[in-house]
């Protein structure tokens, strides 16, 4: 091909170079950039290789002690199951029972952790449901109300759950109280943000006619906003529910009750297959909430669009 | 005009009338009255039983104690004796550990994701399987994973980092087969058409769709990580977390106040930079 020799073309060959230039010298900036990043994260939290390489076989020997048991005194160990013995009793090692022989106890603190999680949630909601109305701009108006109560919200919801909970167990004990606090004013805080915007949006017409039929401002609350809104917030209300099923397997760990109590002890004695034991039940509890959740959460949306 | 009633001269027949021809305007139907008294009386039975569970009483009992320490957590007269250097070094440990965790857990769940799309793994096995391995890592929260991890290695942030990187590379993986799975047909198709290999539909058709998505998804994933990491350390995974949970256990609650504050603050950092760069890689789209 003939070169073409014209100045427009080399102004445009020169300003191609140049944006070509540009753009690659921006690419170079922002690696090493994040080359720096990384290597200030990497010598800070001291990740380096070799200690990596060195921790990665025992994670590996750990997983595999959880799947497996010691039957008898000095024998080795087996695989926590294995075909033969599947349906085998209590007493029988290898066998499903066997494995879950605290069965019963296990269960117990499940049923203890989601009746934590739904009482947690309740809590939440009744917290959120009566903030969101001061919180939001649209009927409260721009006083001081709503800055105080969206900074309290703010607040009860950027505090971590497991340090509230952490604090909270001084006062009031260890136990699922503490835990059930923690959750419920993380709760309050985060479903009070949701449901204020859900209020944010809400069509004031009804608010108006309230307001005009003498209603005072408690009364167009209830009457005028409240019957649009409630979809929104059970919505809301049930996906916080499943995370909360989460939260309460976990805020055991400082001492909040429910199942992670549990699991943070057989951790700590090494009882390996009992730890392998619970993880199962709470990931298969975790799962079937989620699934129902929706479920429901399908249904709710379902019926009242309906209406 | 038998049925119009006249607003000026109401009788009391035109009450009676129209109670038999609006019956549910005047009373709630009896189903749906059942329905509300039913609702009320599990409520308070149910209610019943979780004081009988968890003993309510004790929130009385302890709201007291919680003042003392609201009122010791307000107390800073001894803020320069802090050990402010170990604080600050714990609380920069646990902003790396969330980077490092969720950077490498973007990087895995990449080819993950695209194991787990339906428009690149048709078999319907092979998909149902790395889904459900996604449900796994996600499934079981970054505390378990990280107490588990600190018993397996040892007390320190590599613990925390794997516990961050596992836990995350299950939401991850599963947001980014999303993601691959709403991809627009027709540049891969456009790709495939100009005769590529099925890699390369993939690395042309699909990923330059994807890219932006998946960054974005990563950052929001770095912001949340962060506020987990502050956590992670009071089971022993390092950072901020087992600075907070020693003064907890050794009552400094003016500390502890400081120390959540300063959380409070890295975090809104954080959440600040990040958005910024998720606005730019939309907008630059």
């Known amino acids: ?307 | 005009m038998s049925g119009s009633i006249h607003l000026d001269r109401i009788s009391q027949a035109d009450i009676e009338r129209a109670r038999t021809r609006f019956p549910t305007a005047f009373a709630t139907p009896w189903p749906q009255r059942t329905l509300h008294i039913a609702i009320a009386v599990t409520t308070v039975a149910w209610l019943g039983y979780l004081h009988w569970l968890f003993d309510f009483g004790k929130i009385f009992a302890g709201i007291g104690k919680l003042w003392v320490i609201v009122g010791l957590m307000v107390n800073w007269s001894e803020f320069a004796t802090w050990d402010h250097v170990e604080i600050l070094q714990s609380m920069l440990e646990t902003v790396t550990m969330a980077f490092l965790g969720t950077l490498l857990a973007s990087i895995v769940a990449m080819p993950l994701g695209f194991l787990g799309a339906r428009n690149v793994i048709p078999g319907t096995a092979m998909r149902f399987l790395t889904r459900r391995l996604f449900d796994v890592f996600r499934g079981l929260d970054q505390l378990i994973w990280a107490l588990v991890f600190v018993r397996a290695m040892g007390l320190g942030p590599i613990a925390g980092i794997l516990a961050i990187f596992v836990a995350d590379t299950g939401v991850l993986a599963k947001l980014y087969s999303e993601a691959i799975e709403h991809a627009e047909r027709g540049q891969m198709d456009g790709v495939r058409a100009a005769g590529a290999a099925k890699l390369m539909t993939l690395r042309l058709g699909v990923l330059p769709q994807v890219l932006p998505v998946m960054l974005s998804q990563a950052l929001y994933q770095l912001e949340s990580n962060s506020r987990e990491a502050t956590i992670l350390g009071l089971v022993g995974a390092g950072g901020i977390g087992l600075r907070l949970s020693e003064r907890i256990q050794i009552n400094a609650w003016d500390q502890v106040a400081y120390i959540i504050m300063l959380i409070l603050a890295t975090v809104a950092a954080i959440d600040f930079v990040s958005r910024r760069i998720r606005t730019r890689l939309i907008a630059g789209r």
């Open chain 1, 1 to 307: 091909m003939e070169a073409i020799d014209h100045p427009a073309y080399r102004a445009f060959l020169a300003r191609y170079a140049e944006l070509r230039r540009a753009r690659r010298n921006e690419t170079a900036l922002l690696i090493a950039i994040f080359g720096l990043l990384v290597l200030i994260s990497v010598i800070a939290s001291g990740f380096y290789p070799d200690k990596l390489a060195a921790g990665v076989p025992k994670i590996g020997e750990y997983f595999g002690k959880l799947f497996s048991i010691v039957p008898q005194r000095g024998a080795e160990p087996v695989p926590v199951l294995s075909f033969a013995h599947l349906f085998g009793g209590v007493k029988q090692p290898q066998s499903i029972a066997y494995w879950f022989y605290r069965f019963g106890t296990y269960a117990t603190l499940l049923w203890q952790t989601i009746q934590m999680a739904i009482l947690a949630t309740a809590m939440g909601f009744t917290g959120a449901f009566v903030l969101s109305f001061p919180a939001a701009r649209n009927l409260a108006g721009h006083g001081p109300v709503p800055w105080t109560v969206r900074r309290l919200l703010e607040l009860m919801r950027s505090v971590p759950q497991v340090v509230l909970a952490f604090i909270l167990v001084w006062p009031f004990g260890i136990g699922p109280l503490a835990g059930i606090l923690a959750i419920g004013i993380h709760s309050t805080g985060a479903l009070g943000k949701l449901f204020s915007e859900v209020n944010e949006n809400a069509d004031m017409r009804p608010v108006e006619g309230m307001t005009a039929a003498g209603g005072k401002w408690a009364q167009s609350m209830r009457y005028g906003v409240v019957p649009q809104v409630l979809p929104g917030f059970l919505s809301y209300a049930l996906l916080r529910f499943e995370i909360n099923v989460r939260s309460s397997t976990i805020i055991g760990f400082v001492g909040a009750g429910g199942i992670g109590q549990e699991l943070k002890r057989v951790i700590g004695f090494n009882i390996y297959e009992e730890v392998s034991a619970i993880a199962i039940l709470i990931l298969i509890i975790v799962m079937l909430i989620d699934l129902a959740s929706e479920q429901l959460r399908g249904w709710l949306i379902g019926s009242l669009a309906a209406r």
